[in-house]
């Protein structure tokens, strides 16, 4: 199971950048995540999804600004983050959960991808 987040880059405050978690080598059904870890803070939940798509959480920093969402046929989880601020500068990582575990904390996810660093410029 191979998961590659990518999709980061620096925008400025207000911009929007769309991230992806790409998955490869999965046969069963899977919910995904995403968690962010700005330097010097810990690990955070920021939003996930469960395979089908229907079943979506949020963080209340990221409501109403993020969208998650998938397309199974291509294997790809993706994040629109609208309206950044500053406090959304991190690395942002996906992460994989196997039979229907997932949820906002970190362990409940089996696989995860190398991040990708978002950063919003003042």
């Known amino acids: 199971v191979q998961l590659q987040a990518y999709g980061g880059g620096l925008v400025q405050v207000g911009g929007s950048l769309r991230l992806s978690c790409a998955a490869s080598?999965?046969?069963?059904?899977?919910?995904v995540g995403w968690f962010r870890q700005a330097p010097g803070k810990e690990h955070e939940f920021v939003s996930a999804?469960?395979?089908?798509?229907?079943?979506?959480h949020y963080h209340d920093s990221v409501k109403g600004r993020f969208t998650i969402s998938r397309d199974n046929a291509k294997n790809i989880v993706y994040l629109q983050m609208n309206s950044l601020k500053p406090e959304d500068t991190a690395v942002y990582s996906c992460?994989?959960?196997?039979?229907?575990?997932?949820?906002?904390?970190?362990?409940?996810?089996?696989?995860w991808g190398q991040g990708t660093l978002v950063t919003v410029s003042s």
């Open positions: 992460a994989a959960a196997f039979g229907g575990r997932y949820g906002t904390d970190w362990y409940r996810y089996d696989y």
């Open positions: 080598g999965i046969r069963d059904s899977y919910a």
């Open positions: 999804i469960d395979y089908s798509g229907i079943q979506t």
